[in-house]
């Protein structure tokens, strides 16, 4: 079972746009990743947020983490065309390994 | 470094044959993952590696499916007898730790007729 919701399912967004998904999980964890899949590929590494920190950015990518209600954003600003992928958030479901949700679809139009 | 390395990229094989996927995770790395990718699962872990060693095979499917790891540069996941329903992308993916980032490799999408 996926310990990581991600919420909408897929986004449409205009060029420029900021867009903001989420991820919701269930059990306690000591880190969320985010990681995005451009079609075709392997999924790439884009941030990582500890149990212990509520914010962090990374270039045009903003994470936020609420351990109270056990949910996550990610935020694209001033979106592009090369950000059209899938996006998955990864939770520490156990000792040794990391849970993945069903992702967010993002369509970055021209 | 190159990053992970999958081979082939793309299989296309009958029912009933042997398929070998085959992984050479980042040297350096301790951990390795097999995923398997599918519009209607998603992506699922099937096996995990640590220092070689097999950690937890649970997500394996059925005993068609098997996975080695001879050594730190090189694993090998087998499906014997293949069958339509094995179509999927399966992902190699490489860590340090356990629960650190993980480097997938591009993936090889099997196509089983």
């Known amino acids: 079972s996926q310990q990581g919701e991600e919420d909408p399912q897929a986004l449409s967004i205009q060029e420029g746009e900021n867009a903001t998904m989420n991820c919701s999980y269930k059990?306690?964890?000591?880190?969320l990743q985010w990681y995005r899949q451009n079609s075709g590929r392997g999924l790439v590494h884009l941030i990582l947020?500890?149990?212990?920190?509520r914010e962090k950015h990374s270039g045009r990518l903003r994470v936020t983490l609420d351990t109270s209600k056990k949910s996550s954003s990610l935020l694209i600003t001033a979106s592009r065309a090369a950000d059209t992928a899938s996006y998955f958030c990864?939770?520490?479901?156990?000792?040794?390994?990391?849970?993945f949700g069903a992702g967010t679809t993002v369509t970055v139009r021209a | 470094d190159a990053g992970v390395i999958q081979s082939p990229r793309h299989e296309v094989t009958e029912m009933g044959q042997e398929v070998t996927l085959r992984c050479k995770p980042i040297?350096?790395?301790?951990?390795l993952f097999w995923y398997r990718q599918t519009m209607m699962r998603g992506l699922e872990l099937l096996i995990y590696?640590?220092?070689?060693?097999?950690?937890?095979d649970s997500g394996m499917p059925e005993d068609r499916f098997s996975a080695k790891m001879p050594n730190a540069s090189f694993s090998t996941l087998k499906i014997q007898p293949s069958e339509p329903r094995d179509s999927a992308v399966y992902f190699c993916?490489?860590?340090?730790?356990?629960?650190?980032?993980?480097?997938f490799g591009p993936g090889t999408r099997l196509t089983v007729l």
């Open positions: 059990t306690s964890i000591n880190n």
């Open positions: 040297s350096g790395h301790n951990s």
């Open positions: 947020i500890r149990s212990n920190e």
């Open positions: 590696f640590n220092n070689n060693v097999p950690i937890d």
């Open positions: 990864a939770t520490d479901a156990s000792d040794y390994k990391l849970s």
């Open positions: 993916a490489s860590s340090f730790g356990t629960q650190d980032t993980q480097y």
